[in-house]
C-alpha cells in the first residue's frame, strides 16, 4: 500500500531520529560524540531523542515501506545504512512513489567502517546529524530530498 498522506511541513512534528537495525548498535557512540561535540545538550533541549526498534517496539523485521510510513507518521527521522532495493516495498520503491516534498528524509551513514574506526570520520556525521536534526525540527529545512547521505561532502571553496 502507497502511502498518500502528505508529508507535514515545518518541524514542531519531529521527535528525533530512529536507528535502523543495522545501525542500532552504533547509537551509543553517536551519542558519545555528540556529547563530547557539546551538541547532545542542544537535541536535549529540544526534545529530540535518539531511539531504536525496541524503544518503538518496532519488529526487526519490520519491511521497509511501513518503516517509512512509521517514521512519517510519527515524526521519526530514519537513520539507516542502507535498505534494500528488491521489491515493491523497498525504501528505493517507497521513496520513489510515496515521497514528496515536505516528507522527513533518510539520512543513510555513507560508511559504517569507517564511523565504526575513524574519529575525525565520526565526528563529522555526528555534527552533520545534529545540524539535519536541529534544521529540520527548528525550520522545517531538508525536507526537499528523500535521502541524505552522512556526513555530508566537504564543501571546496
Not at 523485521?61 to 530514519?78: A, I, T, Y
Not at 575513524?118 to 529545512?141: K, N, W
Amino acid at each position: 500500500m502507497r502511502n498518500r498522506s502528505h508529508g507535514r511541513r515545518g518541524g514542531r512534528d519531529l521527535h528525533g531520529l530512529l536507528a535502523d537495525v543495522n545501525v542500532q548498535g552504533h547509537l551509543p557512540h553517536l551519542r558519545h560524540l555528540l556529547e563530547a561535540l557539546d551538541l547532545w545538550t542542544i537535541l536535549v533541549e529540544r526534545n529530540l531523542r535518539l531511539v531504536t526498534f525496541p524503544d518503538l517496539q518496532l519488529p526487526r523485521d519490520l519491511d521497509d515501506r511501513s518503516l517509512w510510513n512509521r517514521c512519517q507518521q510519527e515524526g521519526w527521522v530514519l537513520f539507516s545504512e542502507n535498505r534494500n532495493h528488491d521489491g515493491p516495498d523497498s525504501l528505493e520503491a517507497t521513496l520513489a512513489d510515496s515521497w514528496q516534498v515536505g516528507c522527513l528524509p533518510v539520512l543513510t551513514l555513507s560508511d559504517k567502517g569507517r564511523f565504526e574506526h575513524d574519529r575525525a570520520y565520526a565526528s563529522r556525521v555526528a555534527t552533520d546529524i545534529a545540524d539535519l536534526l536541529f534544521g529540520i525540527a527548528q525550520e522545517g529545512h531538508y525536507r526537499d530530498r528523500a535521502r541524505i547521505w552522512v556526513p555530508l561532502p566537504v564543501s571546496r571553496a
